[in-house]
């Protein structure tokens, strides 16, 4: 093609004006020229004729005609005339010519008006593109004057008549070089295009996938599985619900597009300390922006399993509302189906991914030291609790009361904790799920009988104190307190489902080989369980234990007796006041506990039942010691009620 000097030196500039990144949002597949058309004021008309193929269009300009012919279309053949609204003042009309070879679409804008000559069709393969700037004719009146390419002027002269001259090349795979070349932008060009082009179903570019779909009166909700590029394997694919809320009522159709894109291609990859999976999905409703759908829309995404130290995340951007890279967390919700499936509900719609964030706070140090303290300390306690029933045993052949009975209680329920607890790591490794379930609820069952069991010991109490006599109460309010009541609660939890199961604690020293049990699972509904119930529990045992301290000492600490026994209460209720302690430590998780405070709760807890031993043990002694220092003195009766709550603790 011929160019003079002076176009030659335009576009030198251009390109530089490109190259320094000022028009990095134009690009060159797409056509758009400008100018102000300089006509009479004899009624004016626009005249097109357009037909396939890829030499040249032809934009000219007369005193009544704006006339657009040449052949750079796919399919659009279309010539006529049509009439443009003239004002007989006007002298000059501001005009448009935009090209989207894409879509073999054109429009003219014509005094802000326009006029679709080709209408928007499938994503074309091939298409005439590039235009370039060929033959100009110079006018001496009327025409086109300050003729522009993307807001670039070409000249300020009249011109007659400007053609370009196109060449044939892959559309798709050039528009998918500028929309990667533009990273997330090009997200929003993908969809933007995709949503403009007459297709429904599937459309297939290089760089991503979309379907398209009609959402017409009636619409019930769809499952859909995005479409993949034919390496992908079909399994891997992501899938998405699209519930029926996501069509607007006011309109008779709406149009979604669903694209899947490879994230390596068109994201950065995320926040700095994560990575970003490689599949991510964009859905779209016409364009709009959504918020705060009533039914999420749920996506369902396929991947290796992570690693035991990283979990996976669902986060969205929203690349209409945030320029910078900005994956948020809000808004979804992640539900981690299987090691390989996340599911992710999300009440808004834009880019979807699931970013793998790598949690430092899953991971516990020496933890293979503590398992070990662990383990054997429940051993001590197995064996504790074992001697200890045996004496409860034998005294309640002599003396028949409710004290040995709660006493009997506790000691058999931190008995089925330990053994559970030992249990748990071993089940959990058979890797059986009902087993895995089973053991969880077992082991959930002697920790809230644990508690249980607690909170009778502090309602024993308060009897005595108070005075009433124990046989007031028949056992069966005590075993159903103890036993009932945790089986019940358990009950409900395994018909809820998805409580129990199996937990993978990591140690930092060995990330690979975490530490399985048997307990309640990560999700939502157990950690609330957990919260409400287990949580709930403990404070009320501690607080009603707290309370029972403060009654208990008011009540018997003017009486003479209470110098002779006040030490060793103290040091029962001490100890009981550990456990409560030692045990919300564990609950409450305080941030990361200090290695030491680990450690020392481990032990604790594991030795209960050696320490509830020690303290029977310890009653005995002080009991016979009682006796013998108040042999025959008169207040015999007094010190029987005494000795019992005290000892009751
Ligand atoms: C067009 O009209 C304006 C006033 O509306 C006038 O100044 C100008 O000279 C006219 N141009 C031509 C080419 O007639
Ligand atoms: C005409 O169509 C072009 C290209 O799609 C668009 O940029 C422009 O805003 C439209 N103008 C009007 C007045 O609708
Ligand atoms: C758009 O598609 C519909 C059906 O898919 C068809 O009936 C209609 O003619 C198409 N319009 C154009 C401009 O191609
Ligand atoms: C058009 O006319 C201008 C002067 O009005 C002249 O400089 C230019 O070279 C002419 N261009 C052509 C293509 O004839
Ligand atoms: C979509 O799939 C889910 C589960 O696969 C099913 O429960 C639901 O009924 C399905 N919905 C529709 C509209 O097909
Ligand atoms: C998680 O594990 C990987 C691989 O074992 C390791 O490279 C990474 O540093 C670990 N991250 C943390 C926070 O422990
Ligand atoms: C788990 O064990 C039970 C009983 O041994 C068996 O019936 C069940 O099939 C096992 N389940 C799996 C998933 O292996
Ligand atoms: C980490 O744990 C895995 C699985 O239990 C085991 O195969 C591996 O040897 C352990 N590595 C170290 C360094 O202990």
Redesign the pocket.
Known sequence: MKQNPKTVRMWMIICLLFSLGLAATENDRDFKMCGTWRHGSAPRNLKYDLRTGCTEIEISASESTLSIRGSITVKCTRSSSVPLNSNPLQNQSDFCVFWEPLLDLLIVEVNGKNHTLCKPKDLQENCCTDLSLGKQKNASLYGIVKGSIHGDIITNNVMEKYAFEGQSINCKKKFCDEAVSQTSRGANMIENVVMKSNTTGRVDLPCAQSTVIEMKEGFTGLNLTLPASRTEARNMIPSVYLPSCLKSATKSKSKVVCTHYKARKLFQGGPSDSTLLDDVVGLSVENEIIKNLPEPVRITFHHLPF????SGKCVSWDTRIDNEENWRGDGCNTFNINERETECHCNHLTYFAILVQ???KA?VRHLEALTFITAVGCAVSLVSCLVLFYWLCKRRIGKKNQTSLVHRGLVVAIFLLCLFFILTGTVANVENKTACVITGSLLHYSLLSTLCWMAMEVFHTFLLVRKVFSSDIPPWVFYLGGFGLPALLVIILLSIGDIYGEKKIVP?EN??GPYRMCWMLDGDKSLLAHYIINIGLLAVVVSSGAVMLFLVVKEIHNRPEWKKIHVSFLSIWGLTCLFGTTWGLGFLDFGPLSEATLFLFCIINSLQGFFLMLRYYALERMKKKDDSISDGSSSASSKQHMLQPHEKS
């Open positions: 690693p035991a130290n990283c790598v949690e430092q991971t930092s990330v690979t």
